[in-house]
Structures are given as C-alpha cells and as structure tokens.
C-alpha cells in the first residue's frame, strides 16, 4: 500500500495538552475504520491490512507508542475519550473498530462507550482478553509472562529493556522476524517480504519513546479493564481466532464472545497469531465495513 509520509505521520493536539499520534490509510472519502494496534505495536501497524476494500483504515498510536504523549496512571476507560476527540477533529460521526490481540480492551471499552448509531461494528482479532477469562491453549512462555507481570510487576520493566527495547533497534530485525518463524504457516508468512516489513516497522515505531508504554500497557494486560464485557452496546461484534494460536488462544475468544452481547465468533483452521491477518484481512474488513 503506496501511502504519503505526511498520512502517516499526523498528530493531533487533545484538549489537556497532549499529543495524539495517527496514520491513515486509504481513500479520505470511503468507510472509515478506526484501527487498535497490538501489543508492542504502534499505528503503522495498519499497514499489513493493505487490501482491495474501499475503507478509510485510521490506526492511533496509544498513549506513549511512536507518535503520542505517555501518560501516566492512564486506564483502559481513558481511551474512549482521546478517541472521540479525535473523531471529532476528523469530522467522523459514524465508523467500525478492528482491534488485534493487546488492542481488544480498547476497542471494546470504545464498544462500550459510543452509541450503536455511531460505532456499528467492531472486529477483535486474535484478540487478549482480561486475565479472568482464563490461559487454557495459551503457550509456556505467554503464561511465564502472565505471572510474573501479575505477582512480581518490577520484574517487567528490566525484562523490557533487556529484551524488547534493543530488538527493536536492529536494523535486521525483518531479518529477525523472518528466520523465528517456527510452524511452516508463519514461514510462509514471513516469506512476503512487504508483510514482515511493515511488522518490523510498526514494531521499531511502539519503543521511539523508550519502553515505558509497554511496561505500563503490561500491567494492564492482567488487570481488570474497568468494565464488564455485558456492558457493550454495540450491535455486531465479531471475534475471530486461529486454532493454531497459542498467544491469544481461541478459548479466551469463545468466552470473551459468550460475554458479549450480539457477537459472533469464527475460528479460522490452521491459522496462528500471525497468519490470520495475512489470510483473512479481506473477509475481515469486509464484515466490519
């Protein structure tokens, strides 16, 4: 997907001062899209939906991610508010959600917030759900991770910097990504030269802050979100999963959509974390739209 620079690279100013990073992708005149990245990511994430749909993809750094202001002691409830200013700014009065794996809460919590007139539909892909929801299907190290950010929180922020925070700046690190790849459906994946790219850039873009987002976003992860799934008003929400997935696996997916009202939940065979995004995108955004 061909994109100018200057539509990837936009800030808006919010109402308390603080900068709100986003790219757009698309027609200015088709659907609008609003797009909540995963976890670490950032709004170039968007980029690997890159499809024949005529929608208008808005993907928003969250707060302390590539372009937009940290902020402190910030909630999942908080999102809904930067969102609708900037919908505002944008003059959009009707749109669609898709969210992926970390950027479910959000999306929801915006499900929650805005009117069934103004957000018709909402897609969780892949989607993490609250810690009550349970880890059954999800991999060793997923729940490694899990219980340490739940019981030992201090051990995150050295585990980041260590990590995380130096691969991203390898200047290999498609290279990276493209050689991790262990099950021979993220390999192939991997093999899109553009696909592994524009993952690499959107990861790089989420730590040109530093790691404190990801610390804070991980503390998150496995608290409550503020709210009760029942209380999302939205009239279609569609959840979907690949049975491969062992990050978000699809049983989070099954009861996260049991919770929510008017949704639906597809399981797509032989798909994994990666792959679901890369093979189903158009069905997906077409559902949405």
Known sequence: ????????????????GRKIGFAQYGPSDSY????CHGTPSSRLEAALWDTDENVRIISIDRPGFGLSTFQDNRTVLDWPKDVSELLDHLKIEQFSMIAVSGGTAYALACARHFSPTQLKSVAIVAGMGPQSMGLDGMCFGQKVTFFFTTWTPFIIRPFINTLYLPLSKKPDLADIFRKSAT?????????DDQF???????????????SEAYVHESKLFVAEWGFSLKE?????????????????????GHKMSQSVTNSNIYIFKEETHSSIIYNHKRQIIHNVK
């Open 1 to 16: 997907m061909e994109v100018e620079q200057t539509q990837l690279n936009q800030i808006y100013t919010l109402s308390d």
């Open 32 to 35: 609008p899209i609003i797009y």
């Open 183 to 191: 099950c021979e459906v993220d390999k192939k994946v991997m093999q």
């Open 196 to 210: 592994t790219n524009d993952f690499a850039k959107a990861f790089k873009e989420s730590f040109s802050q530093g």
């Open 232 to 252: 999302v008003q939205c009239q279609h929400v569609n959840f979907y999963y690949g049975d491969k997935d062992d990050i978000t696996p699809a049983a989070m």
